[in-house]
């Protein structure tokens, strides 16, 4: 069993850093220390994080953030970025209103 | 490490997690087998969040109206999580005869439940929620449903089983289930044998063939789902919105963003095989449903579109019971797509019935040898 899929492992505690109010997911306003947090709580994955404290879940859809998420869990983990997969990405590439969305019909005229 | 448990759980999903952290709260040690790398990869993460009583079968209404007077209002609170629990009301929409129809036969069951809810036309309708279009006419009114966060309450279970203790294993796909002197007492795994005095099999649809290791088998089939979420908008409305065909339902969550499920038709006939993506056709349509509903959401912004996978039992219902062939193993899956709101209740009286033997709430009616055939 890889060490990182045991969740009661210790991480240490959690301290403070003097960067922690620095924003890392720009569209909703996630901050590093709160990505951290969340880290110490149990959320071991990109995916976790994701769900947990919606970085990555606005606008950009974490295109921006998805990275520096991932390094700050490897970090905290103790393990290389590679081990970790980054969060899943879904359609469409980028915001579509409703109405054009619902349009993608062929006309036969 | 020790792998001897007093239960363990197969399945890191909601139901999963709830009744790990209600045996905890009683004092159990208990192990959590997750198959995924990500708590909560599932139907879990993957709801419209609606936490209702109305439109459900009268064999889950019990658990549904218990769950929501005794354990949401104050799940934020006691799991240390904002699980966003909003109690505004559910309305279930219809534009037709035959929705007037169907809506009527679902009000009239729950009525007769002692649920709160009742038949109201299109003025009604328009006051509670002033951005429906003119063509929807009818609709079902109950107040005290409502939704939550489905993915800060998955998650929110894990966090504060896991710091009471409970352990949470990922990647650990259960293999097979072994008896011992007739008894339940191993679960395998690719990388170590745990084993337990009780195990509950709570992995949604997985369920059937680890199941089936021990000769048991409950007849749900995958069933795909699919939503979008939009942008985040300014407040607009509070209630949870379903239709009498079921064809579209949603919410707008605390943080703005509406979440909206709808099916295309062509769920049942999807290509990919088991992994929850979204086709290409899923999103415009529901797009085209919300619309005629809602015209004001227009302009809208979709920013992104995913897909699930529904346990869907033969009779809709799910299977929650205590296994009399193998002593020791417990059921708790094919949700059919309305796990989420009554999942509270699940882990709570689930854990009841593992600790104590018998659970708040009767569950027999959910008994996983109710199946018969044809005669």
């Known amino acids: 069993m890889k060490s990182i899929n045991d969740r009661s492992q210790d991480i240490g505690p959690f301290v403070s850093q003097t960067d922690d109010a620095i924003i890392i997911c720009r569209c909703e306003e996630i901050t590093k220390g709160e990505i951290r947090q969340a880290i110490h709580d149990g959320m071991f994955t990109v995916n976790e994080i994701r769900r947990y404290l919606r970085a990555g879940m606005g606008l ?23 081990q970790l997969d980054p969060a899943t990405s879904r359609s469409p590439m980028r915001p579509v209103e409703m109405k054009v969305l619902g349009n993608e019909e062929v006309s036969h005229v | 490490m020790s792998k001897y448990n007093d239960v363990i759980i197969i399945g890191g999903g909601i139901i999963g997690n709830a009744t790990a952290y209600y045996l905890a709260k009683k004092g159990l040690s208990v192990t959590v087998l997750e198959a995924s790398k990500d708590i909560g990869i599932g139907g879990s993460s993957r709801n419209g ?65 002692g649920l709160d809810v009742r038949m109201i036309n299109g003025d009604e309708i328009r006051a509670i929620n002033p ?61 170590a044998i745990y084993e337990a ?129 193998v002593p020791g193993l417990y059921i708790a899956c094919a949700f059919s797509g309305h796990g989420f709101g009554i999942a509270p209740a699940v882990g709570y009286n689930v854990a009841e019935m593992i600790a104590d033997g018998h659970s708040t709430i009767d569950l027999s009616a959910l008994r996983y040898d109710r199946f018969k055939p044809k005669q």
């Open chain 1, 60 to 82: 950009c859809q974490g295109q921006t953030c998805g990275k520096l998420v991932k390094n700050l869990i490897a970090r905290e983990l103790n393990v290389i970025p590679d």
């Open chain 2, 49 to 113: 969040g609606g936490v209702r009583q109305s439109g459900r079968d009268t064999r889950e209404l019990p658990l549904a109206m218990w769950g929501i007077k005794n354990l949401w209002p104050g799940l934020s609170e006691e799991l240390g999580v904002d699980v966003e629990y909003t109690q505004k009301g559910n309305l279930r929409l219809g534009k037709t005869a035959a929705h007037q129809k169907i809506l009527q036969g679902l009000t009239d069951k729950a009525v007769s439940c």
């Open chain 2, 131 to 191: 951005y429906l279009s003119d063509e929807v006419t009818c609709a079902s009114w109950c107040p005290t449903d409502g939704h939550a966060n489905p993915l800060t309450a998955t998650l929110g279970y894990y966090k504060k089983a896991r710091e009471l203790g409970v352990r949470f294993i990922t990647e650990s796909p259960c293999f097979e289930l072994r008896k011992i002197k007739g008894v339940i007492r191993q679960v395998v795994t690719p990388d």
């Open chain 2, 197 to 325: 005095d009780k195990v509950l099999v709570a992995a949604g649809f997985d369920s059937r063939k680890i199941l089936a290791t021990v000769g048991i088998d409950v007849p749900m089939m995958p069933l795909k789902m699919e939503c979008l979420v939009t942008e985040a908008e300014p407040p607009m409305f509070l209630q949870m919105l379903g239709t009498a065909d079921a064809d579209f339902y949603g919410h707008q969550s605390k943080h703005g963003s509406f979440v909206f499920g709808g099916s295309s038709g062509f769920e049942h006939l999807n290509k990919d095989n088991g992994s929850p993506i979204s086709s290409s056709i899923g999103a415009s349509c529901t797009c085209r449903g919300i619309i005629k509903y809602f015209p004001a959401l227009a302009d809208a912004k979709i920013v992104r579109a995913w897909a699930g996978w529904l346990d869907d039992c033969a009779d809709h219902v799910p299977v929650i019971s205590p296994v009399e062939e």
